[in-house]
């Protein structure tokens, strides 16, 4: 048998990870033939409920789950790990100010990017999914400088999935019809869901569904306010689909994406005049386990004037961060 990978995820009694760790433990991570031991990572008023989370995968009889360690120790939770779910983060209350949010979890993600520094493989693979998810990926890089900051990434995918879903409904066509589609920027409002290079069998997207109004008055805010939109419907936010997405993010970046574009938010190395450093979401080609960043593209007015904002807005959230960096 194979020697069982080592999966930490944050947050483990939350909402998000009642959909994830039951994916990871059925194989749709690392595939079919692969065992895997979950180290699960929650506060210590959370262990009970990580516990019963425990309790329950033990009763799926999955054959692909070698074992469990839950823990409130970053330390143990990150411990030769080869991949990690950074979900847990500390929920806007009301009254908060932006900035505190920022602050709040900034001092999570210190403690964590020392953990990891600390007790990770150097090739561990992380995804940071709790909010706001590209500066906390950022602190985390920052808190741990013996680690390589290529693997740390932030997830943009269920941005990116969410308007597959509206663009191949727009125009009859299969979601995976759809290349050369991106989020660039912030998983926040200020995302710029990118349809100028998109492609299906053959076509440029723009033309197939032939109405710019819709795609800039419908289709990005749409695609932004999506996740307001779930929590109105469902009274709680997006989990099972965020859960999903933060699997597409890394199956595709274990296993690759056969030459297509994903989006992932990944350190900027100052392309396409990004500050180096951000966590920007932008388009990647995955192979052998790694990521490579679609380079030469060329922006137009309407591009230019998006990116600006999300960008913008992740210089800002560095700005109030800076201590920490
Ligand atoms: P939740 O509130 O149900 O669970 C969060 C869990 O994290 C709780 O169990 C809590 O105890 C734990 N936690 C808090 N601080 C921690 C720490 N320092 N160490 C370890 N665990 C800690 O939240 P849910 O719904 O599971 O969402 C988790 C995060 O994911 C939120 O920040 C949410 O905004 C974010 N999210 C991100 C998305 C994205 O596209 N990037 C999409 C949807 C949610």
């Not at 409920?49 to 330390?75: I, S």
């Not at 680690?147 to 979601?175: C, G």
């Not at 180096?276 to 995955?286: D, N, Q, S, Y």
């Given at each position: 048998a194979q020697t069982p990978k080592r999966i930490a995820v944050t947050g483990a009694a939350g909402q998000?990870?009642?959909?994830?760790?039951?994916?990871?433990?059925?194989?749709?991570?690392?595939?079919?033939?692969?065992?895997?031991?979950?180290?699960?990572?929650?506060?210590?008023?959370?262990?009970?409920?990580?516990?019963?989370?425990?309790?329950?995968?033990?009763?799926?009889?999955?054959?692909?789950?070698?074992?469990?360690?839950?823990?409130?120790?970053?330390?143990?939770?990150?411990?030769?790990?080869?991949?990690?779910?950074?979900?847990?983060?500390?929920?806007?209350?009301?009254?908060?100010?932006?900035?505190?949010?920022?602050?709040?979890?900034?001092?999570?993600?210190?403690?964590?990017g020392e953990a990891l520094d600390k007790a990770a493989k150097r090739d561990a693979q992380c995804v940071v999914v709790g909010n706001p998810a590209n500066t906390n990926a950022m602190i985390l890089a920052a808190n741990a400088p013996n680690?390589?900051?290529?693997?740390?990434?932030?997830?943009?995918?269920?941005?990116?999935?969410?308007?597959?879903?509206?663009?191949?409904?727009?125009?009859?066509?299969?979601?995976?019809?759809i290349e050369r589609f991106v989020v660039w920027g912030n998983h926040s409002p200020t995302m710029f869901a990118d349809w100028t290079e998109a492609e299906a069998k053959g076509r440029k997207l723009s033309e197939i569904i032939g109405d710019e109004t819709w795609y800039r008055e419908t289709l990005i805010p749409q695609v932004a306010t999506r996740g307001a939109a779930i929590i109105e419907a469902r009274g709680a936010s997006s989990a099972a689909s965020a859960a999903n997405a933060a699997i597409d993010h890394m199956y595709d970046w274990i296993h690759g994406t056969d030459g297509k574009w994903v989006s992932m938010?990944?350190?900027?190395?100052?392309?396409?005049?990004?500050?180096?450093?951000?966590?920007?979401?932008?388009?990647?080609?995955?192979?052998?386990?790694?990521?490579?960043?679609?380079?030469?593209?060329?922006?137009?007015?309407?591009?230019?004037?998006?990116?600006?904002?999300?960008?913008?807005e992740l210089e800002e959230e560095r700005e109030a961060v800076s201590d920490l960096l």
């Open positions: 998000i990870c009642y959909a994830l760790l039951f994916r990871i433990a059925k194989g749709d991570v690392y595939g079919p033939d692969q065992p895997v031991i979950l180290q699960l990572l929650d506060l210590p008023q959370a262990l009970d409920a990580v516990r019963g989370v425990v309790m329950e995968l033990e009763d799926c009889a999955f054959p692909l789950l070698a074992g469990t360690v839950v823990t409130d120790d970053p330390v143990t939770a990150f411990t030769d790990i080869d991949a990690a779910f950074f979900v847990g983060s500390r929920p806007r209350t009301k009254g908060m100010e932006r900035r505190d949010l920022l602050s709040a979890n900034a001092e999570i993600f210190r403690v964590q680690f390589p900051t290529e693997n740390i990434t932030a997830m943009i995918r269920l941005d990116h999935n969410r308007a597959l879903t509206q663009f191949a409904s727009k125009a009859d066509l299969h979601v995976d019809d938010a990944v350190p900027s190395t100052g392309l396409y005049d990004i500050p180096e450093g951000l966590m920007v979401g932008l388009p990647v080609i995955c192979k052998d386990g790694h990521y490579e960043r679609v380079e030469g593209l060329e922006f137009n007015d309407f591009q230019k004037e998006m990116m600006a904002r999300t960008v913008g």
